[in-house]
């Protein structure tokens, strides 16, 4: 099993910007895959953000420009650098740890607790 634990959320305005980490602990020789989800109320949980143990990345359109996700693969760690953000960002953030396999398709196999981000107009 691989735990993950969050941790950065909060209150910021508009404009502003938050730093969320993850670290993922366990039996994590299997993983080659993190990222960040965010569920809104009332949507579906979407793709914020991915990157695979070599570096390649991957966003949704929506924050293309304002986010960055890195890792410190000797620390186990992966951050979600969150700038210029909107209140339609507010959501439930979720780090994810899983696979990408010879055919590039990723999947998530484990999740954290879930980081509440709110942003006031």
């Known amino acids: 099993q691989v735990q993950l634990v969050e941790s950065g959320g909060g209150l910021v305005q508009a404009g502003g910007s938050l730093r969320l980490s993850c670290v993922a602990s366990g039996s994590i020789f299997s993983v080659s895959a993190m990222g960040w989800y965010r569920q809104a109320p009332g949507k579906q949980r979407e793709l914020v953000a991915g990157i695979t143990s070599g570096g390649s990345t991957l966003y949704a359109d929506s924050v293309k420009g304002r986010f960055t996700i890195s890792r410190d693969n000797a620390k186990n760690t992966v951050y979600l650098q969150m700038n210029s953000l909107k209140p339609e960002d507010t959501a439930v953030y979720y780090c994810?740890?899983?696979?990408?396999?010879?055919?590039?398709?990723?999947?998530?196999?484990?999740w954290g607790q879930g980081t509440q981000v709110t942003v006031s107009s």
């Open positions: 994810a740890a899983g696979r990408v396999d010879s055919s590039s398709q990723w999947t998530y196999d484990y």
